[in-house]
T-cell receptor
């Protein structure tokens, strides 16, 4: 059973556009929601993360929006660049637990 | 230094071979992980070592055998693999092994089983 649902599977935007990737979860015990970015031939790397006590977190051009009541969270990339082309995975975990549950991934292509 | 290193980068093996994948980190992390990743899929957790003890084994077939010789090293011994085991094998580490920690991933070993 997929603990975290992610959409869309792939996304193509023009440079400067604002791609949005959405994730949803069911387990209300989850209290940590990271996003990982993976370039071809590399391992995933933490991009940004949020805890459910805030509804939004920004780091540079990346913003997470979090809706606790809807059990949904999303990643927005402002002023997207070709260098942002990568696969993005959302994840969820219990802070005191011992593993992540990854979403299915979104392949983002930013066209120059 | 936030680097996790993995060797080899690529590995081709037959179904009767025995090989090992190696992972090393020098961040002082006490939790280390093995993941398997198929193309266009998320990483799937295989094993977790916490303080050099195996704490999670996600029902992985016995042809995969993990080993944690010390807190900086993690090995994955491979024996009698099947073609469907071909994948990218990722190692990761984190501070204590808790769900709220950043996991630092290595670049992976791309394995092809013939």
């Amino acid at each position: 059973q997929q603990q975290v649902k992610q959409s869309p599977q792939s996304l193509i935007v023009q440079k400067g556009g604002i791609p949005i990737i959405n994730c949803a979860y069911e387990n209300t015990a989850f209290d940590y929601f990271p996003w990982y970015q993976q370039f071809p031939g590399k391992g995933p790397a933490l991009l940004i993360a949020i805890r459910p006590d805030v509804s939004e977190k920004k780091e540079g051009r990346f913003t997470i929006s979090f809706n606790k009541s809807a059990k949904q969270f999303s990643l927005h990339i402002m002023d997207s660049q070709p260098g942002d082309s990568a696969t993005y995975f959302c994840a969820a975990s219990i802070w005191t637990g011992n593993q992540f549950y990854f979403g299915t991934g979104t392949s983002l292509t930013v066209i120059p | 230094d936030t680097e996790v290193t993995q060797t080899p980068k690529h590995l081709v093996m037959g179904m009767t071979n025995k090989k090992s994948l190696k992972c090393e980190q020098h961040m002082g992390h006490r939790a280390m992980y093995w993941y398997k990743q198929k193309a266009k899929k998320p990483p799937e957790l295989m094993f977790v070592y916490s303080y050099e003890k195996l704490s999670i084994n996600e029902s992985v077939p016995s042809r995969f055998s993990p080993e944690c010789p010390n807190s900086s090293l993690l090995n994955l011994h491979l024996h009698a693999l099947q073609p469907e085991d071909s994948a990218l094998y990722l190692c990761a580490s984190s501070q204590e092994g808790q769900g709220g920690e950043t996991q630092y991933f290595g670049p992976g070993t791309r394995l092809l089983v013939l």
